[in-house]
C-alpha cells in the first residue's frame, strides 16, 4: 500500500511563509504527477499545484506568484514553497499523487494550513 507522508502546516500570520513536503517511503513505486490540493471549510477541495513528469508544473491562479511547487517524481517527493500567504489561503492541504501502471489517486493524510490576519 502507498502512503504519502505530509509534513510543514501550521499557523502564520498574514504575509508570512510555509513550506509543505510529502514523500512515500515505497521507493520502487513509480508516479506520474504528484501534487497538492487544499480544502476549505464549506468548500470543494481544489488543485493548488502539480508537477507532472517531464518537469512540467502548473499553479492555480490564485496562487501564482505566491507559491512554488518542486520535486522529483522519480523519488516521489514533492514541495509546496507558500510565500505571501493571506487568510484566503486557510485549508487543509493533500497531497496528492497519480499511480504510474495502476493511474490509481493517492491522497496523503492532510495537513492543516492557517493564515490569521
Known amino acids: 500500500q502507498v502512503q504519502l507522508v505530509e509534513s510543514g502546516g501550521g499557523l502564520v500570520q498574514a504575509g508570512g511563509s510555509l513550506r509543505l513536503s510529502c514523500a512515500t517511503a515505497?521507493?520502487?513505486?513509480?508516479?506520474?504527477?504528484m501534487g497538492w490540493y487544499r480544502q476549505a471549510p464549506g468548500k470543494w477541495r481544489e488543485l493548488v499545484a502539480v508537477?507532472?513528469?517531464?518537469?512540467?508544473?502548473n499553479l492555480a491562479d490564485s496562487v501564482k506568484g505566491r507559491f512554488i511547487v518542486s520535486g522529483d517524481i522519480a523519488k516521489n517527493s514533492v514541495d509546496l514553497q507558500m510565500n505571501s500567504l493571506k487568510p484566503e489561503d486557510t485549508a487543509v492541504y493533500y497531497c496528492?499523487?497519480?499511480?504510474?501502471?495502476?493511474?490509481?489517486?493517492?491522497w496523503g493524510q492532510g495537513t492543516q494550513v492557517t493564515v490569521s490576519s
Open positions: 508537477i507532472i513528469s517531464g518537469d512540467i508544473t
Open positions: 515505497r521507493s520502487t513505486f513509480e508516479f506520474t504527477e
Open positions: 496528492h499523487a497519480v499511480g504510474r501502471l495502476s493511474k490509481r489517486d493517492y
